[in-house]
T-cell receptor
Framework: DAKTTQPNSMESNEEEPVHLPCNHSTISGTDYIHWYRQLPSQGPEYVIHGLTSNVNNRMASLAIAEDRKSSTLILHRATLRDAAVYYCILRQRVDSGYALNFGKGTSLLVTP | EAGVVQSPRYKIIEKKQPVAFWCNPISGHNTLYWYRQNLGQGPELLIRYENEEAVDDSQLPKDRFSAERLKGVDSTLKIQPAELGDSAVYLC?????????????FGPGTRLLVL
């Protein structure tokens, strides 16, 4: 399976934008990029996913590099509730049922 | 809509004792996963069900772990006997296939401490 590399931790001020990077230099042409996050004492929750084009939803935006070897999750205005571990995960297909390979993720600290 | 329900939320047992975790997935979700999450790590798959069939149990330590999903709805994960290294959070997730994408929905997990 293709691997992802994320910083162990990042810090942001409340109400400022946050850019969470993810490197995936061995990504294949059929791999989708998924992001999940895990709030303290909760199970992970889906954030966003994409293949080639940038994606936006109510939670975040996903910017994918043209060569697809890296991507960035963008939280436009961080709140204290966004403090969580963010996981960047590659999946071969969005409609296939198999396990998510989480890795260690990036722990985001949001300060008032 | 109710999310994935897990019980108990916390469990403390002594080593060599048995323990069981229960999961009720979101209604209509065909696929059910059990993950284990060690402290400071991301979740790792233990077993995946498609309806009542275990289609991926390659990471399940079968000497002490067992799981079942009767009638393709609720699922139970059991450890017998528990070891100190089994202390972790056990997460259940479910997903629905056939809408063109699969999103996994996780329960809050069961925190197990083995003494």
């Amino acid at each position: 399976d293709a691997k992802t590399t994320q910083p162990n931790s990042m810090e942001s001020n409340e109400e400022e934008p946050v850019h969470l990077p993810c490197n995936h230099s061995t990504i294949s042409g059929t791999d989708y990029i998924h992001w999940y996050r895990q709030l303290p004492s909760q199970g992970p929750e889906y954030v966003i996913h994409g293949l080639t084009s940038n994606v936006n939803n109510r939670m975040a935006s996903l910017a994918i590099a043209e060569d697809r070897k890296s991507s960035t999750l963008i939280l436009h205005r961080a709140t204290l509730r966004d403090a969580a571990v963010y996981y960047c995960i590659l999946r071969q297909r969005v409609d296939s049922g198999y396990a998510l390979n989480f890795g260690k993720g990036t722990s985001l600290l949001v300060t008032p | 809509e109710a999310g994935v329900v897990q019980s108990p939320r916390y469990k403390i047992i002594e080593k060599k004792q048995p323990v069981a975790f229960w999961c009720n997935p979101i209604s209509g979700h065909n696929t059910l996963y059990w993950y284990r999450q060690n402290l400071g790590q991301g979740p790792e798959l233990l077993i995946r069900y498609e309806n009542e069939e275990a289609v991926d149990d390659s990471q399940l330590p079968k000497d002490r772990f067992s799981a079942e999903r009767l009638k393709g709805v609720d699922s139970t994960l059991k450890i017998q006997p528990a070891e100190l290294g089994d202390s972790a959070v056990y997460l259940c997730a479910s997903s629905f296939m056939g809408l063109g994408q699969e999103t996994q929905y996780f329960g809050p997990g069961t925190r197990l401490l083995v003494l």
